[in-house]
Protein backbone atom coordinates (compact mmCIF):
# COMPACT_ATOMS: atom_id res chain seq x y z
CA UNK A 1 0.00 0.00 0.00
CA UNK A 2 1.54 3.77 -0.84
CA UNK A 3 1.99 6.05 1.92
CA UNK A 4 0.86 9.86 1.83
CA UNK A 5 1.16 12.87 3.56
CA UNK A 6 -2.46 13.98 4.37
CA UNK A 7 -2.47 17.55 2.92
CA UNK A 8 -5.31 19.02 4.94
CA UNK A 9 -4.06 22.14 6.20
CA UNK A 10 -6.88 23.58 6.96
CA UNK A 11 -8.69 23.16 10.61
CA UNK A 12 -10.73 19.90 11.13
CA UNK A 13 -14.23 19.50 12.77
CA UNK A 14 -15.38 16.07 13.76
CA UNK A 15 -18.40 15.39 13.51
CA UNK A 16 -20.82 13.48 16.36
CA UNK A 17 -21.04 9.59 15.44
CA UNK A 18 -24.89 10.46 16.39
CA UNK A 19 -24.58 13.32 13.74
CA UNK A 20 -26.57 12.77 10.16
CA UNK A 21 -23.79 12.86 8.38
CA UNK A 22 -22.85 10.83 5.10
CA UNK A 23 -20.74 10.37 2.61
CA UNK A 24 -22.31 8.36 -0.83
CA UNK A 25 -20.67 7.07 -3.98
CA UNK A 26 -20.60 3.62 -6.19
CA UNK A 27 -17.74 2.06 -5.94
CA UNK A 28 -15.82 1.38 -8.18
CA UNK A 29 -17.58 3.90 -10.42
CA UNK A 30 -19.48 3.62 -12.70
CA UNK A 31 -20.52 0.03 -12.06
CA UNK A 32 -19.74 -1.20 -8.47
CA UNK A 33 -21.80 -1.16 -5.61
CA UNK A 34 -23.60 2.24 -3.79
CA UNK A 35 -21.91 2.90 -0.43
CA UNK A 36 -23.14 4.78 2.11
CA UNK A 37 -20.29 5.67 4.83
CA UNK A 38 -20.21 7.69 8.33
CA UNK A 39 -18.50 11.03 8.10
CA UNK A 40 -15.63 11.17 10.85
CA UNK A 41 -14.57 14.98 9.95
CA UNK A 42 -14.73 17.53 7.83
CA UNK A 43 -12.42 20.68 6.52
CA UNK A 44 -12.50 23.30 3.89
CA UNK A 45 -10.04 20.66 1.80
CA UNK A 46 -10.81 17.12 2.20
CA UNK A 47 -12.50 15.13 4.79
CA UNK A 48 -12.37 11.35 6.39
CA UNK A 49 -15.04 8.69 6.62
CA UNK A 50 -15.11 5.31 8.17
CA UNK A 51 -15.75 2.26 6.24
CA UNK A 52 -19.14 0.31 6.97
CA UNK A 53 -17.56 -2.84 4.99
CA UNK A 54 -14.68 -3.56 2.61
CA UNK A 55 -13.43 -1.62 -0.25
CA UNK A 56 -11.37 -4.16 -2.54
CA UNK A 57 -8.64 -2.59 -4.49
CA UNK A 58 -9.10 1.43 -3.05
CA UNK A 59 -5.42 2.45 -2.57
CA UNK A 60 -3.97 5.96 -1.70
CA UNK A 61 -4.16 7.55 -4.69
CA UNK A 62 -6.99 6.91 -5.78
CA UNK A 63 -10.15 8.63 -6.95
CA UNK A 64 -14.00 7.95 -5.83
CA UNK A 65 -15.78 10.16 -8.23
CA UNK A 66 -19.54 11.46 -7.98
CA UNK A 67 -19.31 11.80 -4.17
CA UNK A 68 -22.43 13.13 -2.57
CA UNK A 69 -21.64 14.38 1.07
CA UNK A 70 -24.98 14.80 3.59
CA UNK A 71 -24.53 16.70 6.41
CA UNK A 72 -27.54 18.12 8.26
CA UNK A 73 -28.85 20.57 5.69
CA UNK A 74 -25.84 20.61 3.15
CA UNK A 75 -25.39 18.40 0.38
CA UNK A 76 -22.18 18.38 -1.74
CA UNK A 77 -21.30 17.24 -4.80
CA UNK A 78 -17.65 16.35 -5.90
CA UNK A 79 -14.56 14.01 -6.31
CA UNK A 80 -12.61 12.73 -3.74
CA UNK A 81 -8.72 11.62 -3.66
CA UNK A 82 -7.56 8.87 -1.33
CA UNK A 83 -4.90 10.07 0.84
CA UNK A 84 -4.90 7.74 3.47
CA UNK A 85 -6.33 4.67 4.52
CA UNK A 86 -5.98 3.53 8.44
CA UNK A 87 -4.82 0.96 8.40
CA UNK A 88 -6.37 -0.41 5.33
CA UNK A 89 -9.72 -0.35 2.76
CA UNK A 90 -11.49 -2.85 4.93
CA UNK A 91 -14.74 -2.68 7.13
CA UNK A 92 -13.31 -0.28 10.38
CA UNK A 93 -11.03 1.73 8.90
CA UNK A 94 -10.53 5.08 8.59
CA UNK A 95 -10.33 7.10 5.20
CA UNK A 96 -9.25 10.24 4.49
CA UNK A 97 -9.55 12.34 1.35
CA UNK A 98 -9.17 15.54 -0.11
CA UNK A 99 -12.66 16.59 -1.38
CA UNK A 100 -13.06 18.63 -5.01
CA UNK A 101 -16.24 20.48 -5.06
CA UNK A 102 -17.73 20.13 -8.27
CA UNK A 103 -18.63 23.55 -9.17
CA UNK A 104 -19.19 26.98 -7.94
CA UNK A 105 -22.65 26.17 -6.29
CA UNK A 106 -20.71 23.35 -4.06
CA UNK A 107 -17.63 25.37 -3.42
CA UNK A 108 -20.01 27.60 -1.69
CA UNK A 109 -21.93 25.50 0.11
CA UNK A 110 -18.43 23.88 1.67
CA UNK A 111 -17.50 27.50 2.50
CA UNK A 112 -20.76 27.87 4.51
CA UNK A 113 -20.60 24.86 6.08
CA UNK A 114 -17.01 25.58 7.50
CA UNK A 115 -17.75 28.78 8.36
CA UNK A 116 -20.87 27.37 10.24
CA UNK A 117 -18.89 24.99 11.66
CA UNK A 118 -16.22 27.48 12.90
CA UNK A 119 -18.97 29.90 13.83
CA UNK A 120 -20.19 27.11 16.11
CA UNK A 121 -16.32 26.08 17.62
CA UNK A 122 -16.99 22.87 15.72
CA UNK A 123 -19.84 21.33 17.28
CA UNK A 124 -22.71 20.14 15.44
Same mark, same amino acid.
Not at 2 to 22: G, I, N, T
Not at 36 to 41: E, N, T
Not at 70 to 78: Q, S, V
Given at each position: ???????? &? /? $?? +????????? $??? +???????? *??? /???????????? &????? *??????? =??????? =? /? =????????????????????? &????VCGALFYPRGDRNLRALHA? =???????????
Amino acid at each position: MAVAVCKR &S /S $RR +FPLPEDAQA $RVD +FVYPYPKG *HHC /SMQLRDISASGL &SFFLR *HDLPGLD =VGDSIDR =V /S =VDIEGYDLRGDLLVMHLTPDA &SEGSVCGALFYPRGDRNLRALHAL =VTELEENEGTY
